[in-house]
Structure formats: structure tokens, C-alpha cells
């Protein structure tokens, strides 16, 4: 007989894990990054219409595609469709899987890292020109932050070893409550810097003149990023849900308590950027730079500061244990591995591939792929096109071939009223495909 395939634990272990896989370096590190390049307010305002038009709709779909397949990606459109070819769209998922852990590995390191560097001192009392000295010399040594990416993977392969109830849930349940309490006293910290309140007015108000493509562009790759979507990662987690799961319920609460961590990290960065004196748009770096400056300002701020890479390190946990979980639940249906077997192997060809976008800090610096770094060209690559393009096709999947019928009977397992479901469907079949389409079209010529 067949072993009885894993569920989550808890209705509330489901909730806290898939919030645990959205909330992660997307919202604390890359969010304020992309304001900080994007302009600011009117970034915002096209993230939120973004979020509800296009995020929530495409997670109500995910999470239910993985329930009715209880299976890995590939498996789930090949049961839904058989003998169609849309079960491309789970291996594009699993390769994905491969892409953004392997540099999403290499910045949660970094974290790693300044966990060490603040406990033993090294990040005391900084200005932000020394703090900025402290980092640009640690990422670009050669072998230094390799360790801590080693030191990452180790832990994300540690957890997704131990399966889903068992590791998973009880590391997102724990941590994620302690996580928000610290962001919102650094907030507070931040706003009341001098100077922050210009840093405010830039991050709240949107210059609707400042609009384009490439804002949008990043808006739409940064919503995927931060929800975790168009890559399989949120459909896994719902294949290991019970039917009397309410989806559309679920889905909202995942999305407002990644946005509202998104928005609060902002609430930290972007004040603090403007009363030091310092440009918004430095990229990558900004959070690491920046930060080391506002503990400084604080009492005990070596010990705030080490708390936070704490949590930093714990949230992009949960969400690297999502993206490994992919391709681990991947080979061990279809090639019958074993976990231990699938993560490790797995975990270990992601380190190798993450080397390359470590060293683009350093000496690969001047090697660019289409005009960036490694690391930043893949990030880009992976943000900005191959999940906007996952969700395109999986809005098409389930629109016109899996159709309303299909997919209503899934969602309706759990005798949940969706009062919002044609409306739904209509997004998800018509809006969805045509103005993805469309930003993606125009966004990358
Ligand atoms: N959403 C995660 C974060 O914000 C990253 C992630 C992307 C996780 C894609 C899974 C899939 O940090």
C-alpha cells in the first residue's frame, strides 16, 4: 500500500507556513529596494491595485490547483489535463525552484552573517559611511560570505529534511508573532529619526507624473516575488491541504500579512535612508547599510541588531524551505528518492549554483549579463520573467482549460460560500491573460 502522503497539522500551521514561504527577504530586503529605485509613493499605489487584481486571484488559484492535485506540480496539471502539455508549466516552476534559491541563498547568508558581526561587536556605534565600508568589503571577499551561504543551505536542507508538519510548521509558528513585534519598534525608531520625515512624505505620497512601464514592470515582478507566486511553491504548499480548507479566505490573509510586513519594513528603511543623507536607489545593499546606522542610534543596538538578523534569518528561512520543497517533492514522487536523499542532493546543486552570484559581488563584479551583475540578473530574470510568465499560463490553465466548473467544484469542497467567485473567474480568465501579457510585452522591450 501506498504511505499515506504528508498534510499539514493544523489549519493554523497551513496559514502561519504560507505566510512563512511569502514573508522573507522579498519584504524586508527587496521591497524597500525596489521603492527605493521605483519612486517611492506611486510605486506603492501600483503595488497595491497589483496585489488585489492580480496577486490574490492567482494564489486562489494555485492553492487550489495543488489541493486537487495532492501531488507535485508536474503530476497536478497532468492529473487536472491528462495528455496535455501544461504540465510545462510545473517544470517551469521546479527549475525556478533551482534559480531564486541559489541567490536568494546567497543574500539570506549576508544575514547570516551580520548575525555574527553584531553579537561580537563588529557592527557597533557605525556611521552610515563606515557601515557602507564595513559591507562593500565583506560581500566582495571571495570565500567569506560562500560560507554563510553554505551555512543557509545547510539549515533550509536541516528543515525540509524533517518533512512538512514535523519542521515546517513548527519553525513558522514560532517566530513569524516575534518578527512583526521587532519590525514595528524599528519603525517607530525610524520615523523619529531627524530628518525622517521627508523620507516619509517621499514613500507616502505618489507622483502620479512619475508613472511608466518600468515601474510597473518592477511592481508586478516584486508582487510575485513577495507572494511567492508563478513558481509552484505556494500550489505545493496547497497540496498539502485538507479539503475543508476555506482557499479564498486563505489566500487573503497570506496576502495582507505579507503586504503589511512589506509596507513596515519600508516604514524602517526609506525614513532612515533620507534623515542619513542617503540615496534611495543604492540597490541591494540598501538594507545593510543602512540598518547597521539606525541600530547604531539606539540603545543596546548591537543587541536590537543581532535580534533582527535573528528574525531576518528565520523569515527567509521559511520562505527558502518553500522554494527547496518544489523540486524535493518533485523527485521524491517522480523518482521515487527519498527526502533526506531529495534535499540534500538538491540542496547542494542550488549551493553550487549560487556561487556565481556570490562572487558577482566581488571579483565576477565585472562580468555583466545583459547589463547586470550575476546576482541582479538573476533576481531580475527570475522576478520580473519567469514568474510573471508562470502565471500567466496558469491564469490561461485555469480559465480556459480547466475551465469554471472545474475548478469551482475544488474550491467548493470545504462548503465555504465564495460570494466573489464569478467575479473571480472573470479576473482570472480575462483580465489576468491580457494585461500580464501586456506587461510583459511592453515592460521588457
Ligand atoms: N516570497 C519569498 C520572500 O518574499 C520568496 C519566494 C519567492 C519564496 C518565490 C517562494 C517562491 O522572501
Redesign the pocket.
Known sequence: MAKQREQWGSKLGFILAAAG???????IWRFPTVVGQSGGGIFILIYLIIIFLIGIPLMICELTIGRKGKSNIVRAFKGIKPGSPWWIIGALGVAAGFI?LSF?SVIAGWSVAYIFKFLSGGLNNLDVRDSREIFVNFVASPVEPLIWHGIFMAMTIGIVIFGIDKGIEKASKIMMPVLFVLLLLLALRSITLPGALEGLRWYLTPNLQAINIKIILGALGQVF????LG?G?IMTYGSYLTDDNDIPNSAMFISLADLSIAILAGFIIIPAVFAFGFEPNAGPSLIFITLPAVFASLPLGNLFGGLFFILLTIA?LT?AI??LEVPVAYFIEEFKWSRKQASIILGIIIFLLGIPSSLSMGILGETLFFGRGFLDFMDFFSSNLILPIGGLLTAVFVGWVWGAQGIFNELEKARVTFRAKNIWFSIVKYLLPVVLFYILITGLI
Not at 514561504?21 to 519584504?27: F, K, R, V
Request: charge should be neutral.
Open positions: 514561504s511569502a514573508i522573507g527577504l522579498g519584504n531564486i536568494y516575488f513577495s507572494l511567492s513558481m511553491a527567509a520562505s518553500s522554494l
